[in-house]
């Protein structure tokens, strides 16, 4: 770039972090950490997925996790911490198992089945894994150890169009294996993984009064799933039976319709604060009232909302923007705790 004689670049080089990791020559699309050991996995545009440890300064390099050829956009680690699965943007999913308490990672399988990886989501307690396609169609697999390989377990195809989500739910009970996926098609299923069957649909025209909304996020909690749209749209769905306890136009008059996408939602899990937050495009976090489901409040980043995170049980809310800077609020008063970044 060509500056005209007098002017200056300037360039924020403010990081305020108490640790970084900086391996990755590319734009780092997932991270997610061990259930256990203080290690995290995260996937990056230069098709590579670096383990790191997370409680050393400097962190220390674990291994990449290899055999991917595109950009690493998600994964997870089972509930137990022997296996971790990575998925890619050529439809490369990669299952690698530990040794030596987590210090050695080996390749135990992998799977081609589409053309793109949109989402991973990992069973908490079984060696269960899923993943979606931009086709729509929606994959189980079972880690088996016996058998050293990786079975299908099921493959649907109720969406038409970009499935966009699926989380394993009622998890206690490991004698149903049971996944709620959405799509941009407005539909949103719950599926019994074992038999392939739907429990239920949700369409759009039916359920929805007329509303189609593509669906991009999806969180549960307890008895219920909240799923947030494109276009602004929040739903609360009573998980076993499906009805829709809640519908709402989550914002309104914005300049900018791509404003109105809900690209993260949170379930505060402190007993005597019943919030769920929601971020947007916009940079609004949204705080609803998870009882009568009415907007307690409203907080602002300075872009984009990416992600948001209750803290364990507590009312601290942990929220991220597209540039770069870290959030940390008390969700009972708005009160804004600190505004960090990374580089």
Known sequence: MDLDEGETLEIDLANNSWTYFDQHKDSVFVIFRHPSLPMVVT??????????????????????????????????????GKFVITGDMNGCIQVHKAAKGGQKWSKFGELEEVEEVLWISVHPELPYFAFGAPDGSVWVYQINEDSKSLEQVMSGFSHNSECNGGVFVNTDNHDSL???????????????????????KLQPHDDFKGVESPWVSLKTYKNVFAVGARDGQLAIVNLDTGRIVHHVKTIENVEDIADLSVEALSWCKNPTVNLLAVGLVSGDVLLFDSLQWRLRRTLKADDTITKLEFVDETPILIGSSMNGKIYKWDARTGEELFRRRGS
């Not at 670096?50 to 956009?73: A, C, D, N």
């Not at 407005?186 to 739907?198: D, E, R």
């Open 178 to 200: 049971t996944l709620v996926t959405i799509s941009e098609d407005g539909l949103i299923v719950n599926w019994n993984a074992f038999s392939g069957a739907t429990n239920y």
């Open 43 to 80: 996937g990056a545009g230069d098709n590579t997925a670096y383990m790191w440890t997370t409680h050393t300064q400097p962190p220390r390099f674990v291994g990449e996790l290899l055999g991917h050829k595109e950009s690493v956009i998600a994964g997870g680690f089972t509930g137990d």
